[in-house]
C-alpha cells in the first residue's frame, strides 16, 4: 500500500520532558526533514508487513486490516524527552491513519513511532513503533 502524508486542521500537539532546552529542540528540528523521511519510511514499513498488517479475509478479529485504510495519515504528536540511560534525545512522533467510512474518512490506526539520538548530529535510532486502534 502506498501512503501519503496529509496536513491535519489541527496543529501537532508539542510536549517536551525530562529537561531538555529549548536550544534542544531547535538544534533537532533543524533536522525535521531527516526525522519525517524516518518516519515515513518505518510507518510504511508497518503497513505493508503482513505479520503487522492483515487482509480482510483473515480472521475477522486481527487489527489493523489494511483494505480499512486511505493510504492517508498525519502527525498528531511529537514528544521530545532527554534520556540518562543511555545519554541523549527520545523522540516520539505520533501517526494516525485514516480509515474508509460513508463520510469519508476517520481516524483508524495510530502508529508511536520512538526515535533516538545521542547528540544533536548523530544518527537517529529507531526504538519502536507502538501501534493501538482510534
Known amino acids: ?15 517536551f520532558y525530562n529537561g531538555i532546552s529549548l536550544e534542544q529542540i531547535k538544534d533537532i528540528d533543524k533536522r525535521w526533514n531527516e526525522i519525517f523521511s524516518i ?10 508487513d503482513d505479520n ?11 487489527f489493523p486490516i ?9 502527525i498528531d504528536a ?6 540518562v540511560s543511555p545519554i541523549g534525545i ?4 505520533t501517526t494516525r491513519f485514516t480509515e474508509h467510512c460513508l463520510t469519508g474518512e476517520d ?18 535510532e529507531v526504538w519502536g513503533i507502538d ?3 482510534i
Open 39 to 48: 518516519i515515513h519510511k518505518e510507518v510504511f514499513k508497518y503497513i505493508n
Open 66 to 74: 489494511r483494505k480499512k485504510l486511505t493510504g492517508n495519515y498525519y
Open 90 to 93: 527520545q523522540i516520539m512522533i
Open 1 to 15: 500500500m502506498n501512503l501519503i502524508f496529509r496536513e491535519n486542521d489541527n496543529k501537532a500537539n508539542i510536549t
Open 107 to 124: 481516524d483508524y490506526l495510530g502508529l508511536d513511532v520512538t526515535l533516538f539520538t545521542k547528540s544533536k548530529n548523530d544518527i537517529f
Open 52 to 62: 503487522l498488517c492483515f487482509d480482510e479475509n483473515e480472521n475477522s478479529e486481527l
Open 131 to 133: 501501534s493501538y486502534s
Open 78 to 83: 511529537i514528544s521530545y524527552s532527554k534520556q
